[in-house]
């Protein structure tokens, strides 16, 4: 445009500078009709040139104009669409949100005459719901198919044959994790409510399927009970500016207790089996028929310390824990459960992580004196990606190995329930992405039964999860 | 409880393991003191924070996995589950929200 107007206007001065000088020429001077029709001719054309222009002039005018307001109308729409974002609208979704895991298992169990097979499908959402800044109300499900079974005896036209037990259809469990209630109280404290998660070690709060590196959890947890109905008061302070901080909880449970009520070491079961007495994951609450059994008069306590020092940034630190509980498990409340775990994490850089929980658990009883349950595990994972070999595939993998062992303690007054294992485990997980772990391992297994032969029983385990 | 020798020695086992470790820790925290000596200690960034937390249990999230409004609500469940002071919980969510994008 501006080229267009730039030799116009040198024209328009040019000419003008001719009519002038024409118009100081002496009145007499003698101006040929030729030229004078020439330079009439020509202050035509600047005139019409000059009126285009004007008009050129107009309609660019009107078309800022109409700009200017296309512009205002992006601002207006603009922040209105940034005030939406800001406050979205409300609805009975709107503080919901669902997180969670989900698992796919295929397995091969060596040296006791099992199949291979696709053995675990299991779902496990948490439900979150935000009432306000403060407080959250969250429940874990874990809903998984199950093999059912059956027994009898062969038969074939009439003649009785040997006896089986063997599957028969199948069943879906569904299991309730955890369903509590978080109270920020203030920024150091906060009340958990309802059937909990117990900080007894750190395997229970963050072992979910995708979290843990391996598909089956370390031995001796098994000896802990993963929840209970209580209540508690947990928080952390922080210690600098560098992220360490000191981590607490303390709580009180129902704790665990007796299948038949007794102190006993042991019982019967349903279909006359010998069986530990001791029930650590029940005691939740009054009865299905509305009786009080195995709620004892004495609720169990129990709290976690840690210790959590990074360094270097990201990637680089050490947490250290130690916990434990302790209360009646009889409805008499004349024998005590005790647990005492130590737990411990390193991270030396993003590739390397050691992890571990020793866990140990005594409790009384009437006829059979102290038993005491204990487990040990460690942990250790190695990311490819440390080697930067530039070649993705690897890098996604993380090699993983674990050494755990128990003890169950049962092995008083000729139970024959005693059992020591001990597990090595060595493995990989594939990181398809952030969320989607595809992971393999192998497991030597070796148990002892006091009085019996050793077993091995080594186990090929390949799991997919999902976190979501 | 009746004192048992085999349990006992595990026990001193298990917890020289652990003073081991608390050893480690110590020095750690004293190195990271001298380290920072001659300047004020660094406060960490909603995302360093981010990074040094959530990574000690699972795989880091993108934070554009979920929006601001469910990153208010998992920020809570994880301050709990994971045990996070509240200053860094809330630097956490601040960098998430931002991250979100919407």
Request: hydrophobic share 40%; with cysteine.
């Amino acid at each position: 445009m501006k080229n267009n107007f730039t030799p116009r206007f040198i024209s328009s001065a040019a000419a003008s500078c001719i009519l002038g000088l024409t118009a100081t020429q002496p009145a007499a001077a003698a101006v040929s009709d030729e030229d004078f029709n020439a330079l009439k001719a020509t202050v035509q054309q600047l005139q019409q040139a000059h009126d285009q222009d004007q008009k050129q002039i107009q309609t660019l005018q009107q078309q800022l104009g109409e700009t200017q307001t296309l512009a205002t109308n992006a601002v207006v729409a603009a922040d209105a669409v940034a005030q939406a974002q800001a406050n979205p609208p409300r609805n009975a979704l709107h503080n919901f949100t669902m997180v969670g895991d989900a698992e796919i298992q295929y397995a091969k169990t060596y040296g006791n005459g099992t199949h291979n097979g696709f053995e675990l499908a299991d779902f496990a959402p948490i439900f979150l719901y935000r009432a306000n800044d403060n407080i959250l109300f969250e429940a874990g499900f874990d809903i998984m198919l199950q093999n059912g079974s059956a027994s009898g005896t062969n038969s074939y036209n009439g003649v009785a044959g040997s006896a089986y037990t063997h599957d028969s259809g199948s069943s879906t469990s569904v299991s309730l994790s955890f369903a509590q209630m978080d109270y920020l109280v203030n920024d150091y404290v906060t009340f958990v409510g309802g059937y909990m998660l117990l900080p007894l070690g750190t395997y229970s709060e963050r072992g979910a399927g995708w979290l843990n590196k391996i598909p089956d959890d370390p031995l001796g947890v098994e000896f802990l009970p993963g929840a209970g109905a209580g209540a508690q008061l947990r928080g952390a302070y922080p210690l600098g500016e560098s992220g360490q901080m000191l981590t607490y909880a303390v709580y009180c449970a129902n704790g665990p207790s007796s299948v038949d009520g007794t102190g006993n070491a042991y019982t019967l079961d349903g279909g006359g089996n010998k069986i530990s007495n001791l029930d650590l994951g029940g005691n939740v609450g009054i009865q299905n028929d509305g009786n009080n059994g195995n709620l004892h008069s004495a609720p169990s306590g129990g709290g976690r310390l840690g210790w959590f020092v990074p360094w270097g940034g990201a990637h680089k630190d050490l947490e250290l824990g130690v916990s434990g509980q302790t209360g009646s498990w009889d409805d008499a409340s004349s024998y005590t459960w005790s647990a005492l775990v130590l737990d411990g994490a390193l991270h030396v850089g993003p590739n390397v992580e050691v992890k571990g929980e020793y866990i140990d658990t005594w409790y009384n009883t009437s006829d059979a004196g102290t038993i005491r349950p204990w487990g040990a595990w460690v942990q250790a994972g190695y990311k490819l990606a440390g080697l930067d070999l530039d070649m993705p595939i690897i890098s996604d993998i993380e090699l993983v190995g674990r050494v755990d062992k128990e003890n169950n303690g049962l092995d008083k007054l000729g139970s024959g329930l005693g059992a020591e294992t001990r597990r090595y485990t060595m493995g990989y997980v594939y990181y398809i992405t952030n969320t989607l772990l595809f992971e393999g391992d192998y497991e030597f297994i070796h148990s002892c039964i006091p009085g019996s032969s050793p077993l091995t029983a080594n186990q090929l385990i390949f799991q997919l999860s999902y976190g979501f | 409880m009746k004192p048992n020798s085999k349990h006992s020695r595990r026990l001193i086992r298990a917890a020289v393991a652990v003073l081991a470790l608390v050893a480690l820790g110590g020095l750690i925290a004293v190195a990271q003191a001298d380290d920072t000596k001659p300047a004020a200690p660094k406060k960490l960034t909603g995302a360093e924070l981010y990074a040094v937390n959530c990574n000690r249990c699972h795989p880091e999230r993108y934070p554009t996995e979920f929006n601001s409004a469910q990153w208010q609500t998992i920020m809570i469940h994880m301050r709990v589950r994971a045990n996070l002071p509240a200053k860094q919980a809330k630097e956490i969510l601040k960098y998430m929200k931002e991250e979100a994008g919407n």
